[in-house]
């Protein structure tokens, strides 16, 4: 039942955030990208932020505080699910917002796993990366193999000057 409820919570989030015509579905929550929630939290705080209404009556100026404190609520909580939904992204989004979270980053838990050795040990971080920290991060060779390589790799280019000069 928990499960069922924080996934009504980010439904309600979404309404908030990208206004009540959107269609919300589990599919798009499964394609929502941090992007596109900072960019409706943006467009919706120009339209709802109370000092838009800085010479109004009190009764506007509180609905106005109220209405922005409720956007921002509801873009923490859609953030926040995005986050979680990136730790463990072959979840569904209900399942994701649900399962354990560690305490850390990732990226700041990456250099804390490094052995003595210095090889790797944990998991592939999920972006982009050049085949000598691929082979690191699998653990297949050690920091210290890594920049050697890319040391001995460097020597053996000519320079600039005797590029130019031939």
């Not at 922005?68 to 909580?77: G, H, I, Y």
Request: glycine fraction near 6%.
């Amino acid at each position: 039942m928990t499960v069922m409820l924080r996934g009504n919570e980010i439904f309600a989030a979404c309404r908030v955030l990208f206004g009540p015509d959107i269609q919300l579905s589990h599919e798009f929550l499964t394609y929502l990208q941090a992007s596109g929630a900072r960019s409706a939290y943006r467009q919706r705080a120009k339209e709802v932020h109370p000092d838009l209404v800085a010479g109004a009556n009190e009764q506007v100026r509180k609905e106005h505080s109220r209405l922005f404190r409720q956007l921002a609520e509801a873009f923490d909580l859609v953030t926040g699910f995005l986050e979680s939904r990136a730790v463990t992204p072959h979840c569904s989004p209900a399942a994701a917002k649900s399962a354990p979270q560690s305490q850390q980053p990732p990226h700041r838990e990456s250099h804390k796993r490094a052995d003595r050795t210095g090889y790797f040990r944990g998991g592939v971080p999920a972006r982009p990366m050049q085949i000598g920290l691929y082979l690191y991060y699998r653990g297949a060779i050690s920091y210290r193999e890594l920049i050697e390589a890319l040391l001995w790799q460097r020597k053996q280019r000519p320079s600039i000057g005797n590029i130019a000069c031939s």
